[in-house]
């Protein structure tokens, strides 16, 4: 068994590889997408049959340890239950489905093979989540998903629109990411070395004795419920999916029909004990379900194309699932996510033949063709529609077409107020900023002097200077370089303060700039390559496409801002946990600037890789990139 969970995980990866490895040729392409999809569907087969007649058991395997030392470990666990065999089972179904559908649908279009780049790495890192045994592997996975998600979003990377919305997208996951590294972060200090999945219930057998407190209990499961939301599109995130479909049709079905739109329902599932311990938290998780219900299924009614409408019945039906998961009906949660995520999947793709099969129908008889109830007047049921004052109606149905205004709401609380901050950093004067900096470290140093107390006092400057870094370079508009230097100054500060709080944890804080430095100073040789006839001093930079007229160094220039976030292929990705770990067991208050700092850090690494590489080439005019440069 434990060889096959290996094999499921493995099998992916490989198909990536080797269709990276291959050239452009379709039939090459698609010959290996269809074996490695068939092989990972044996495995799974074989696995789930294996599990099934060991009796269904709750089985934990730890392939090895990545990283050890007194106080710390970070094993490669990887966890199976109904759970996991549920979506696991799903994964298997859908993608083989999309990877056949996919070999003829995309058929000539010119992104056939980054599209099955990206649709591998994307069932690579949804194995990973669902076959995790810890928080942290799941989170390596949830970073692989969502990078794919960004990917796929923008697929058609010559239309300013899916650009726009990839990055929407990827804001919000990076934003709810805060949750699930602080949750991540909180899991290490309340249960030490108990925080895997197979024993987070044993944590919860004595109600009178819980392994933390009251407000602790609390404070996680909020975080874990942020994530959720985020990746699920709930309540106040639900605006994002239904702009996630500019991707093609088949990527629109796997993930934000079927299986990825459901992973918020997934990590509900694997941290019941946690958050199912309060009621206060599971009337939470009540109260976003239905919120989300009542919300979307509004919106829907106006929605004026297919995949829209179906993304908003997608999002429904989850909030459904998150009531279910508040009044503890975990078995009937995996019945409807099963259902949903099939039914979704085919809506998906069969909506561009039902679509041209009514336009065909609407020509054949040369009339118009009422194709849903999309007007004002069918906006709700005539029987409802009698009862309600015409007030309330025509607010009703504002407030749908506007889609409850969220987006607004969430830019306003998440969005806008750390742009103004990060635009007043940038528009304060040099000299000032370096008299700021002096001062600051001199009143720390001469309290350390009279007080005799250490240097981790001097990781307070740091922290704030870190997030100011971060924050200049997520409202930076004017230079890439500037902000690739931000990102790195503000990375690089995040290690400082760590050694000052722990000087003894100079080796780990080695390993995160082991990650770090490299990806900065590649990203900086790509930015000098591919920019050394641009000029930013007067205007924002905005699209320039540099991959489809420097697709080699546009590769490396993702690679570098892979590694300069802490994604799970660099070392950076082992040292954000090592510091968030030395920061929970010395002074834990420090692990919610450094989770700032990482994830806007993320933010504005993307947008300078999606400005810089995206696009068309030679297109744009004056008043177009003036509009542009507002996006984010």
Known sequence: MNGLILTSLGLPLLGFLLIFLSD???QKIATISFWCSHAMGLSIMALLVLWTVAGFPNHEYQWLTLYETDDYSFPLLFYL?????????CTWAIFSIIVKYCRVYLHRESGYKRFFLTIFSFVFGLNLVILSGSIDILFAGWEIVGIASFLLIAFYRHRIQPVRNSLRAYTIYRFCDIGLLLGS?????????????SQLTNLFNNPAM????YGS?????TLILIAASGKSAQFPFCFWLPRAMEGPTPSSAIFYGALSVHLGVFLLLRTTPIWSYHYLTRLSVFNIGLLTVIIASISEKTQSNIKGKIAYASITQVGFMFMELALGLE?????????????????????????????RVEGATNAGFDIQNTTRFQFLPASLRSILPEVIYNTLYVFSLQEGNLELLVRSILWTPLKRVGAIINNTNLWLKLAFSFGSFAVVGLIIMVSGSTTKYLALPVSIFMVLASLSAFSQKHSPYSVWNAIGLSSSLAGLAIWFLNPAALFDVVIFASGIIPAWALGMIVLAKLLKNENFAESPFTYRAFSETQPKLSLLLFLSFLGLVGFPISPAFLGEDLLLSHASSHDPWFALPI???????????ARVFQRLCMGTPNELNTSEEDAIAEIS
């Open 217 to 221: 209990l609390w404070l996680v499961s």
């Open 595 to 605: 989770t700032i700092a990482f994830v806007i850090n993320g933010i504005a690494a």
């Open 81 to 89: 239950d109904r759970v996991g065999a549920a979506f696991l089972f």
């Open 24 to 26: 452009t040729n379709e």
């Open 331 to 359: 078995a009937l949660v995996l019945v409807h996510f099963m259902g949903n995520a099939f039914l979704r999947c085919y809506q998906l793709l069969v909506s561009p033949s039902i679509v041209v099969h009514l336009l």
């Open 210 to 213: 819980p392994p933390a407190g």
């Open 185 to 197: 972060w909180m899991s290490h200090m309340l249960f030490h070395e108990s925080q895997h999945f």
